[in-house]
């Protein structure tokens, strides 16, 4: 296979396009002050209240004191906060402040803004037909990112 049949691989491809889609947020994430490290660290806290620094560095797959200097900073500004796990005393759970909501106010509408971008010339019938694909692609390779699964051995 030549390296242009490489880059024709589904694989391949969705690569491209995360990293497309996560260098156009992070530029207008800047304008906020955040970093790519901090913006994407919120959206975990955000779409799993609770999840651990363990099991938010799992799915940003980078490395948990990587993660854990991004929630360092993050606590600081008071938009998240560690709370002790009831069932772990050596885990704390992660959560966003109120002090937040302007900030994922903000994230959203950047959000909005760059998918209508990355749709423009789709019809409401050719993205919901996109999205549906999308999520069979994910059922296939078993569905969708739980910080439960990230669980190991236990600790968190």
Request: glycine content about 8%; overall charge neutral.
């Amino acid at each position: 296979m030549t390296n242009s049949d490489d880059d024709k691989t589904l694989g391949m491809r969705i690569m491209k396009l995360s990293r497309l889609v996560r260098q156009r947020f992070d530029r207008r994430a800047q304008g906020v002050g955040l970093t790519s490290a901090q913006w994407r660290t919120i959206a975990c806290a955000r779409r799993f209240p609770g999840a651990t620094q363990r099991e938010i560095a799992a799915m940003l797959e980078v490395a948990e004191a990587t993660v854990g200097r991004s929630i360092d900073k993050l606590v600081e500004a008071g938009w998240l906060e560690r709370r002790a796990d009831p069932a772990d005393r050596r885990a704390y759970r992660i959560h966003l402040t109120s002090a937040i909501g302007p900030v994922t106010g903000e994230l959203t509408k950047m959000g909005e803004a760059e998918e209508a971008v990355a749709l423009r010339g789709f019809d409401a019938a050719e993205r919901a037909t996109l999205l549906a694909m999308l999520e069979r692609i994910a059922a296939n390779l078993g569905g969708e990112l739980d910080p439960a699964a990230l669980r190991g051995d236990g600790e968190n």
